[in-house]
């Protein structure tokens, strides 16, 4: 059982280990329907793009939000349990909120005696926090306990009910009531905090992503926000800057940076099914590619005092106005040399794709940090601190880092680590879909992706192989990349296609493979780059197909 | 056969062509006994640190130099042919310089017609340069043509004799009479050109390579250098800056850059192993790291009037004062992005670990590019020259680009393929030797060697698996990297060294990969890197070892 805020570190590691079994289960019944239909590629691309177009109108369509807001204990409840209830007040529960006389809370109209359960909580003493009294406001906030294996386990430990009284004055009210608006054609991979991504068959249909389809990664609520009262504050040493949106707009110059901006965990589901590992399932689409407006980080900088001699500065940190139950805030750092190089073009945006950044994108300020992992592109940004030290959010030191395949939870040293940052060259093949089928009738088919690479190096080959990788067809990068703007290297994506040649009537596997400007290459298998925590999938993009002749 | 000038963009192919084989026959009697002893690896690297300090008295060792100066061609001549030789005069020999009249040359003694293998010839139509008369400066200079395979098939062209008088006058004057001393201790991989490589068992004792140690790529011979009349030349649009060294020491800010240079042929010999491949058969050793002292080439750049803001300036230009038979020098270019950056650090150096540069290394002066290729460190560099193209040396536009495992000779296309420039992440281990057989009384055998990625990217992890791939251990990185200096990035190696353990009495793989601050990889095999040329061999580096109870 996992119960009231599991620690924060251990947040999207939950939803992984409760979710990923009721994933695919349920994946193997409608999802699989959806994404690996067996219909013609043409006519499900159609219904994708009439469906992210209508998407208001999009009803009944299935929206995997397995998770519910309240979901109902009852099912689990064993009726005879039920008649003999014993009924405790609020005051009964909260004098058990030590392990001298036992931990005791409440969910929902329920009593629980979790003492022989608090020593295993996965989120450690944290738990603690919930001791005594109602853990619903918790749960609400770290919404990934409530699956039904965590609930089921929850129930092994009822003694009785809350009184009807109590009940009423529970604050059940909700963090995640105020979230934006979000078009159902998105694969959710978490309700709360909110993470989705596109369906991969549209992605690589335009070099710039569309906003409403750009993957969501939240770690957190989307906070409201009162623009009118808020001033993004800069820390240098002693020095303060409080600058409000229009101040930022008027006093630096604008620039736009066309960047690709990628979560760590895009195809962790691969490396899932390879070896478990602890993670929401992304599929290929937690990547996207925008053009961001805003201001030079380095000019903001140097305008708050910053002094590029000055080495008592390491790194730069970042505070989201996204809150946990603590109130403290999301944050992530990236070292000075990025922040103040010219050419690393890092910007405070307040534009994504010529409007206002939305709600799930980081209104008003994102941090753009363009070649480095989406974590560090930080959103709803409210602060900026220059330090010797790393963010100390559990995002900058105890999450984002990868371990050799043979690194255990046990033993992994997360001190020693690096966090990622400048993100290894990756690809994917977005048409046709896995398990297809597709027609041929001359024995050629058009096989189409993304290819990108961290640090502003280019992709300088793609190779597509139909046979398993015995021999390769050089793709055709795609040259057209709309819009000349002020990046100084390549940070956005290439889309690419290729014909390659097939034999009908035989399943076919097809792999691709990027190659990048320092000539990095991707790994060949997932085995050797296996993580914990299921990051940085790059292996070789495998996909099957069965080809038919279209004769 | 391969005659004259084979054309300059096939000079190092045709080293590897003609001297593979030779190599690997010589390398199964000589070089096994030296590189792959079964005696203990102590008392091994024990001879090679004995070797190298006494250089000047390592008398009698094998050096590898099977290409003679004047190879005699009489034991492949038939004596019956030699009996009835008819002897033609310079003046006969130039009556035959174009198709019509047939294409005679010289060489030696000896006269040839050559016109039926001029189609032929894979350096192209240049061969006609040699037309009606000797060949000996050019093989001279271009002495990859001297392999007995070579000079066998010269001789099928055999038609007589070069009259006694017209011998004499011929010029043998050696282009590569005046070369530096070099230790004996050097693997040389060709000796006109001088190529050559330290042994791998001492390359990893020191963080600094010693000069005398670091690899040798020469693509033509050393030039001699009159320090008293030379100026550097730096070309800025119509603007022209002439500096003399101790200019350059005295106008512009001294810097210290620690960098790796490495051949992008590093680690071919095992390329070739999986498939033949055209190119220099470089072991582990093409690499090395040294302290470089000179100029930041963006201050000198700036001084000749280089305007940043100038968009026709795309790339910027090093001819070195190395020259081949037409005069052309070697040369090379980088992105301007790269040369002009604050944190590029690129220098012109005039000092290489405290001294002069060594001639063989570029005396006095080349360019340092941190993190790029070796091809582009240019060596005795006479000119800079900021322009909209790349260098159209040879070097740069057909030669050190990669194409993909399914390209061949005939497909390859050089203007689409990018420019080897920035390196990708690679790691060699270098003790125990491939093939020894190591002692261990406790089941653990110690593994060292090195680990390097360009671009500045920092190696972050080490792995090495005693089981072929199946577990992983982490390597301690050795952080002693003496030597406080200017550099804003981490250009130079990491040294490693990981205790694993193993099964004494048996055969055992050990196998490292190298994992950079991006996250980037080296791929687990050959076959996808696999390229023509065999270039960014980076594909784990695997040994064998008999390991042998102690006790």
Not at 175 to 189: D, G, S, W
Not at 227 to 235: I, P, R, S, T, W
Not at 409 to 416: I, L, N, P, V
Not at 421 to 443: F, L, Y
């Amino acid at each position: 059982m996992s119960l009231v805020l599991t620690s924060l570190c251990r947040t999207e590691s939950t939803v992984c280990r409760h979710s990923t079994a009721f994933t695919r289960a349920f994946s193997s019944n409608t999802s699989k329907k959806r994404f690996r239909s067996s219909s013609h590629q043409e006519t499900k691309q159609f219904r994708w793009k009439l469906a992210a177009a209508a998407s208001g109108a999009v009803v009944g369509m299935v929206t995997y939000n397995y998770i519910q807001n309240k979901p109902d204990l009852t099912f689990l409840r064993k009726s005879v349990q039920a008649k003999s209830d014993p009924v405790y007040s609020s005051a009964d529960v909260a004098q058990h909120a030590d392990k001298q006389s036992g931990i005791w809370v409440t969910y929902q109209d329920s009593v629980y005696d979790i003492t022989g359960f608090v020593e295993s909580h996965p989120g450690g003493e944290k738990i603690l926090m919930g001791a005594g009294g109602p853990i619903d406001a918790f749960w609400n906030m770290y919404a990934v306990h409530k699956t039904p294996e965590v609930l089921q386990i929850l129930e092994q430990y009822r003694i009785g009910k809350l009184s009807r009284r109590d009940q009423k004055a529970i604050n059940l009210n909700d963090p995640f009531a105020n979230e934006p608006f979000r078009l159902p054609v998105l694969r959710i991979n978490s309700q709360k905090p909110f993470n989705a991504e596109p369906p991969l068959e549209v992605l690589t249909d335009s070099f710039i992503t569309p906003n409403e389809l750009f993957y969501v990664r939240n770690h957190l609520p989307v906070p409201d926000f009162d623009l009118e009262n808020f001033k993004l504050e800069v820390l240098v040493g002693g020095r303060k800057l409080a600058l409000s949106v229009d101040e930022i707009k008027k006093k630096y110059k604008p620039v736009t940076i066309t960047t690709t901006i990628q979560c760590a965990g895009n195809r962790r589901q691969e490396m899932s099914q390879y070896q478990n590992v602890k993670g929401l399932t992304w599929g290929a689409c937690a990547i996207g590619t925008a053009r961001w407006t805003g201001v030079r980080l380095r000019d903001i900088l140097l305008d708050a005092g910053f002094d590029l001699n000055d080495n008592r500065f390491k790194h730069i940190q970042f505070n989201g106005n996204d809150k946990d139950i603590t109130k403290s805030s999301y944050g992530g750092s990236i070292p000075k040399h990025k922040a103040m190089s010219i050419d690393g073009d890092v910007i405070i945006a307040y534009k994504m794709n010529g409007v206002d950044i939305p709600r799930d994108h980081g209104y008003p300020l994102r941090v753009i940090v363009p070649g480095y992992v989406g974590a560090r592109n930080v959103k709803w940004l409210h602060q900026v601190v220059a330090s010797d030290e790393e963010s100390s959010s559990h995002w900058q030191r105890n999450d984002y880092k990868v371990f050799s395949p043979s690194t255990t939870f046990e033993t992994a040293d997360y001190k020693k680590a690096q966090s990622i940052q400048e993100m290894p060259v990756i690809s994917a093949i977005s048409t046709p879909a896995e398990g297809s089928k597709v027609e041929s009738d001359d024995g050629v088919i058009e096989v189409k992706g993304y290819a990108w690479s961290g640090g502003g190096r280019d992709i300088i080959r793609v190779d597509v192989s139909a046979d398993g990788g015995k021999t390769w067809k050089e793709a055709n990068l795609v040259k057209d990349k709309p819009g000349a703007d002020d990046s100084t290297h390549s940070w956005a994506w290439s889309l690419w296609n290729a014909e390659v040649e097939v034999t009908p009537g035989k399943k076919t596997e097809i792999v691709c493979k990027a190659i990048d400007s320092a000539y990095n290459c991707q790994p060949e298998f997932i085995g050797p780059i296996w993580n914990l925590r299921g990051f940085l999938t790059n292996a070789w993009h495998r996909i099957s197909v069965e080809v038919e002749d279209d004769e």
